[in-house]
């Protein structure tokens, strides 16, 4: 079956408010490919499953604690519970770049924050010791009033800054530039590629699309993010290629023209360069852990 490509989600934080913190329970975690314009700081609890963040494919489990930057198309699918738990439970905080960026201009002792949120444009995932020593703290995140919680999360972030055990997850990084225009562009197009990855790449709509010519928008691309576009557009396909070699049963050529990719050849050059091995020992791998002893292990750091 098909993925669709990831969709915009729109996280309304409340006006007055700088973050918006939800405890997610559910029955389950079913695969949500999306994205949006605010950093995503997540503990998962009582649950185990696959974490997907851009084309990063990995198990995780109890106590799963991420960093997800702006516009990083990424998604949790439990696989099942734990500890004899009934429901699945994330606790999930939102929160701007502007804020962020604020904030530690403001406060000269946040300055390695900084850092972390730069780094959490590949994805960031912490390592059991620092996800155990805050997990309390970011259970008890819920039932805190708005001051204590804004309070609480600038603390975590400036342990999770300290944190010697964490590592990136994606391949590559989208960094979003601190000029306004060029972030309100950059939306835009990336909106556009996430939705037509699969497609020949062609930058004429994409011109039409922020009144830019051809060159302009090279370079304001690359500006924004870090790279061009045809290597942002690579990410992405790729990305969905890992989806599908973990989730489905098509055939490699079958994933290679859903990706967008010429054929199973193009697909299996690019995919060997990007993750160092073949697309069919990459699914063999997933297989065997899906099935092992271990399957409901998260990944090791």
């Known amino acids: 079956m098909p993925i669709a490509p990831p969709y915009f989600e729109t996280v309304t934080i409340a006006p007055g408010r ?15 490919w999306h994205y949006h314009p605010e950093f995503e700081l997540t503990l998962t609890v009582d649950s185990h499953g696959m974490r997907f963040v851009g084309d990063h494919v990995g198990q995780y489990g109890d106590g799963d604690l991420v960093l997800i930057a702006p516009n ?9 519970l734990t500890g004899g738990a009934t429901r699945h439970r994330a606790v999930v905080c939102w929160f701007t770049q502007d804020w962020a960026a604020g904030l530690i201009r403001a406060v000269p002792e946040l300055s390695p924050v900084a850092d972390l949120l730069a780094q959490a444009r590949r994805g960031l995932h912490f390592g059991p010791a620092t996800s155990d020593a805050l997990r309390q703290r970011f259970l008890d995140l819920g039932g805190m009033d708005d001051l204590s919680q804004v309070m609480a999360l600038q603390s975590l972030l400036v342990a999770l800054a300290a944190a010697p055990d964490r590592r990136p997850l ?32 062609r930058l004429a709509p994409l011109c039409d699309l922020v009144h830019l010519t051809e060159s302009q928008l090279q370079r304001i691309f690359r500006r924004s993010a870090r790279m061009s576009i045809s290597a942002y557009v690579m990410q ?18 079958q994933i290679a023209g859903a990706c967008g990719f010429s054929d199973a050849a193009d697909l299996a050059r690019r995919f060997r360069r990007a993750r160092g091995q073949t697309p069919t020992a990459y699914r063999a791998t997933f297989r065997s852990a899906a099935t092992g002893p271990s399957s409901a292990a998260p990944d090791q750091d």
């Open 18 to 32: 700088s973050l918006l913190v939800f405890d997610r329970q559910l029955p389950e975690f079913p695969f949500n």
């Open 72 to 80: 990083l198309p990424h998604a949790f699918q439990s696989r099942g």
């Open 170 to 201: 994606a391949a590559d990084a989208v960094t979003i530039s601190d000029l306004p225009r060029d972030r309100a562009r950059l939306q835009k197009v990336l909106d556009h590629l996430h939705q037509h990855y699969d497609q020949p790449l």
């Open 236 to 253: 992405l396909r790729l990305g969905q290629a890992c989806q599908q070699l973990v989730q489905t049963d098509r055939t490699i050529a």
